[in-house]
């Protein structure tokens, strides 16, 4: 793909075969721009950088169509127009920081408190949940235990104003296996110290499965031993990022449902790149994950 996260946040026929009939039909629930949602006791959402080619008033009303509620990853300006089709900005991108540079290292934390305290008000006042921000890529002379004080110390600049609106900062954890080569938050551990030493409920992990899978594994029971710190999910297709089908490692009906069973009322937001028709696929892991 020409495309990729990085760029958005920062400036197929055998998959088919490989669902089964289950497929068949969710395809054609989604090509028809059927609700293919009847559970709904998780509140999936979709990001909108891996949906890019599509207009975004289409997109908002094909995602709409399906019976999702939400939206994520949308920069402040497109907030109000999700909203026109009844559709909440789940996680808001705030320019706060950015991957390769973020609250691991000190000579950005001016920028990323700036934009986090003043657009938290404004995440609030348009009902948007969740804001994002990074862990930064590695720096000379900054080591694990400095990078969590670090971030520790940037976090702790906007819990106040966090808590008061209650709009929750949500810190990635990325691979730096394949996507994100040098990213510092890529490991669930490193992560959970920052949120110990924050100890805000308004600061938490937003853990990207996807991510995670590629660098540790035993992705159920590391969201489970780690539940009170994470406060976001993304998912993806491993290996390649693509749908939640069966031409991947992953159970994600078995993810989803540990995960809903855990009394879980966040979003649940797909992040994978469509090699198929973009609302088709998207429509067939919706319809996977509403378990």
Known sequence: MDITRRDVLTTAGGAALALGAGATRIAAAGAAGENV???ARLKQSVCRWCYEKVEFRTFCKGVADLGLTAIDLLREEDWSVAKEYGLTCSMGSVRAGSIP?????????DEIVSALT???PRAAKAGVPNVIVFFGN???NIDDEQAVRNCTDALGKVVKVAEEHEVTVCVELLNSKVDHEGYQGDHTPFGV??????GSPRVKLLYDIYHMQIMEGD?????????DYIGHFHTGGVPGRHELDGTQELQWDAIARAIVDKGYTGYFAHEFIPTREPLTSLGEAVQLCDV
Request: aromatic share 4%.
């Open 37 to 39: 949602v009847s559970k």
């Open 101 to 109: 540079d973020g609250l691991n290292d000190p000579a950005n934390h």
């Open 118 to 120: 003043s657009a938290i």
């Open 138 to 140: 590695r720096r000379p």
């Open 193 to 198: 110290q920052v949120m110990k030493a924050v």
């Open 219 to 227: 992705v159920i029971r590391t969201i489970t031993d780690n539940w």
